[in-house]
């Protein structure tokens, strides 16, 4: 579940420990990566904002599937 808050033009949303802040007037998101390193991702096919942020949230899924244990170990052992 996806829990969504407004302050000014920034709406913040948050699905489990991972949080994006989308700029309303620039249309950009900002949000952690897996690796901790800021991201900054600008909406640039125009796509509504909610198809934007679940294509953020379902890329740091990615992401944070290349940090695991399990997914190191298989890339250095085979």
């Given at each position: 579940m996806i829990h969504t808050y407004t302050k000014g033009h920034i709406n913040t949303y948050k699905l489990g420990d991972q949080e994006i802040k989308y700029n309303m007037q620039n249309k950009?998101?900002?949000?952690?990566?897996?690796?901790?390193s800021d991201t900054k991702k600008r909406n640039l096919n125009n796509e509504p904002?909610?198809?934007?942020?679940?294509?953020?949230?379902?890329s740091?899924?990615?992401?944070?599937?290349?940090y695991t244990l399990e997914h190191i170990i298989k890339h250095f052992v085979m």
């Open positions: 950009t998101a900002r949000y952690k990566n897996a690796n901790g904002e909610s198809v934007f942020v679940m294509s953020c949230f379902d740091l899924q990615e992401v944070k599937k290349t």
